[in-house]
């Protein structure tokens, strides 16, 4: 199953406060098992909101909200995509984490739909077209 994990924004993260270099050195670390575990499929930290912008949409109308957003407990600092057995592995594995933060922080981890999920309501046709933009997208990457 695959799952993204998501490091939730602090007042410090959002305020633009960067990581020590020994925060950034356990990171490393930690994320250097991630990879020999070979669950890590990306990980990422993000700017914060006042760097941000976010597109509200109602019927046909389109509405661009530009940050800094308040709601701090509900934003986004950085995530990873991991590739895991189970929702357990993955708690297991956020637990080890060290704390993304400078003060008390949260993460959280949430599946991924698969093509499967989707039931019947993704046909065959839809699936092939699908299959064929990821594998496109994956092919101009490659190039980058």
């Not at 600092?77 to 895991?84: D, E, N, T």
Request: glycine share 6%.
């Amino acid at each position: 199953m695959k799952v993204m994990v998501l490091v939730k924004a602090t007042k410090d993260s959002e305020a633009g406060v960067m990581p020590s270099t020994e925060m950034l050195t356990e990171m490393g670390k930690y994320n250097e098992e991630l990879v020999k575990a070979g669950i890590m499929l990306a990980g990422e930290g993000l700017h914060p909101s006042s760097k941000a912008a976010r597109v509200r949409f109602s019927g046909t109308r389109r509405t661009v909200i530009d940050g800094p957003f308040t709601e701090t407990k509900e934003l986004i600092a950085g995530f990873w995509m991991w590739q895991v057995k189970s929702m357990q592995e993955a708690i297991e594995w956020v637990k080890r984490c060290p704390n993304p933060m400078l003060t008390d922080s949260e993460i959280e981890i949430r599946q991924v739909f698969e093509a499967d999920d989707f039931g019947p309501e993704l046909t065959p046709e839809l699936r092939e077209a699908e299959e064929r933009l990821r594998a496109e997208s994956a092919a101009k990457a490659a190039k980058k």
